[in-house]
C-alpha cells in the first residue's frame, strides 16, 4: 500500500470518527465561569452560575451599559457541546433584536473555552465568540 493511499484512508477514518461521534464530551461543571468578547462597539462580559443563573453586561464604547440575566441550561446529549441561554437579549452587532433561548456550541481550543453563535438569524457575517481559559 503507497503513503498516499494510507493517509487517505487515516484523515477518511478521522473525518468519519468526527462525523459520528462529535465534539469531545466537555462536562458542565467545566464551563461555569466568566466569558469575554469583543467587537468594535464595546465589551461582552457573561458570567454562568452553577446555580443555572447567568448575568450578561455589555460596555460600549461610550461607556453605556446593558445588563440582562436570567438561566441556563447545558446539553451533550446530540454531537456537541451546547450552552442554551433562557430568553436572552443581548446587544451584539447583527443579533436578533426579541428575546428568545440562545444556543451557543461550545468547543475548547487552544487553551479555551469557546461559545460560537451559530444562529441564521444573525445580520453579520461573523458574531463574536465569547472565551475563556481551560482552567
Known sequence: MNASRRLFIVV???????????????????????????????????????????????????????????????????????????AFSSKIEGAPPEKRDWRFVVEEDSGLYRFLIQDPRFQTSHPPSFERPVK
Do not use: M
Not at 466569558?35 to 465589551?43: F, K, S, T
Not at 453605556?64 to 451533550?76: I, K, N, P
Open 12 to 86: 477518511g477514518s478521522a473525518v468519519i470518527a468526527i462525523a459520528c461521534f462529535g465534539d469531545p464530551k466537555i462536562p458542565r461543571e467545566a464551563v461555569i465561569g466568566e466569558y469575554g468578547a469583543g467587537e468594535p462597539y464595546g465589551l461582552h462580559e457573561l458570567k454562568l452560575y452553577e446555580d443555572g443563573n447567568y448575568a450578561y453586561r455589555f460596555t460600549s464604547k461610550t461607556d453605556a451599559e446593558f445588563t440582562w440575566s436570567g438561566r441556563w441550561d447545558f446539553d451533550t446529549q446530540g454531537t456537541r457541546n451546547v450552552v442554551i441561554l433562557r
